[in-house]
């Protein structure tokens, strides 16, 4: 594809002249994109997440369901960048247990915050809308207290910043020089917000994540910020009802893949193989996450059912049972908390769900012990290994 996707500026930084590659506004242009060439992908795509959306009715509670998909994108987004904290840490971090690894758990609540403050904002009528300011806020809370808290968190790069090698002079791509992003970034709102367009949403979808990448911001988290974009243009455009979808997944398995067709796009211009990436992408992580939600809902009502034909089963137990998907490790006194009961209630309950084999102690010890819903945190983990 010999179409031009940007212009390169020479820059001086740290004693070096570089070339800083400044990309074009959107749509690409030069050839233009055909829509047609899209079409099965992008219709596979939109059935696969219609499939998602229809698959989670399955289930009592969306919010099981969310409870998991979000984490698993907070910890995927977060381990493409290196972390390397487990599902497990999560949940066990959650809990009030200690996790050795508690600087990159701290990344990923710090990302699951804010996930959550952009969905809020996006979901309230007088809340911001998707632009400049509402991703600045949002880097501000994922830098927060965390490794990268001296990387200027919520605020737009001052100075220079490259990707791979050691200093911009041997790096593998060097972005637009700081005084040119604040006007990068506005082209991107605007192209967010304007309705001209006939591209459809997650084709705009892909072309915004891979603009935001090459403009790269922030100092650090661009990345993170870049994903989490995904997920606020998704609820943006109305194209999942609930954030289920953690396409983060498929970018981490096919990870140099990512890379390389998004440098792709600024080398060749080629737009075209990094769309047909990200919609297959849309669509094989939509149908892992359908596939999750019906192993999840079939071990839930396989439990459930055994403990409806316990003779011991009361109030509390079956009170405990519906709250295991959104607390899958915990102590009796954690229980005696959520149920707001007696700790001898508590622990009966627990009691009875542990001879059933729904959860299993987890210490071996006689006091301090602590609990898991097992089968249900391996099936959730299962894809991460």
Not at 171 to 188: G, H, Q
Not at 193 to 218: D, R, S, Y
Not at 346 to 367: C, D, F, P, R, S
């Amino acid at each position: 594809m010999n179409r031009t996707t940007g212009s390169y500026a020479l820059i001086t930084t740290a004693d070096e002249t570089v070339r800083a590659f400044v990309p074009l506004a959107l749509p690409p242009a030069n050839p233009a994109l055909s829509f047609a060439d899209y079409m099965p992908l992008n219709r596979q795509a939109e059935l696969a997440l219609a499939r998602l959306a229809g698959v989670a009715g399955l289930v009592p509670s969306v919010d099981w369901l969310l409870y998991s998909a979000i984490r698993k994108e907070a910890l995927l987004t977060s381990q493409i960048e290196g972390t390397q904290a487990t599902l497990t840490d999560l949940f066990e971090e959650e809990a009030g247990f200690n996790v050795s690894n508690t600087d990159d758990v701290e990344e990923v609540s710090n990302y699951l915050r804010s996930f959550r403050w952009v969905q809020s904002q996006l979901r309230d009528p007088s809340g911001l809308p998707i632009s400049v300011r509402l991703l600045c806020e949002a880097h501000r809370l994922l830098l927060k207290g965390a490794r990268g808290a001296n990387k200027q968190p919520g605020e737009l790069r001052r100075s220079q910043n490259w990707i791979g090698g050691t200093r911009p002079g041997n790096a593998v791509f060097v972005p637009a020089p700081p005084e040119r992003v604040a006007e990068l970034l506005a082209d991107v709102e605007a192209f967010i917000h304007e309705g001209a367009t006939e591209l459809p949403p997650l084709v705009k979808v892909a072309l915004i994540h891979a603009q935001f990448e090459t403009i790269h911001p922030f100092l650090d988290g661009n990345g993170r910020i870049g994903r989490l974009l995904i997920s606020a243009l998704f609820e943006h455009w109305q194209l999942l009802a609930e954030p289920l979808l953690y396409l983060s997944g498929y970018l981490k398995q096919n990870q140099s893949a990512y890379y390389r067709r998004l440098s792709a796009i600024r080398s060749e211009g080629d737009w075209e193989s990094w769309i047909s990436f990200f919609l297959e992408g849309v669509a094989m992580a939509a149908a892992d996450a359908e596939q999750n939600i019906i192993a999840v809902a079939s071990l839930i009502a396989s439990d459930r059912r055994r403990l409806l034909q316990s003779s011991k089963a009361g109030q509390a137990s079956y009170r405990l049972f519906e709250m295991l998907p959104m607390m899958p490790r915990f102590t009796v006194d954690a229980v005696r908390q959520q149920l707001d009961t007696s700790f001898p209630t508590a622990n009966a309950a627990v009691k009875l769900l542990a001879g059933l084999g729904i959860v299993t102690e987890m210490t071996g010890q006689k006091k301090n012990r602590s609990y898991g819903y097992q089968a249900y945190i391996e099936l959730l983990t299962r894809e991460f290994h």
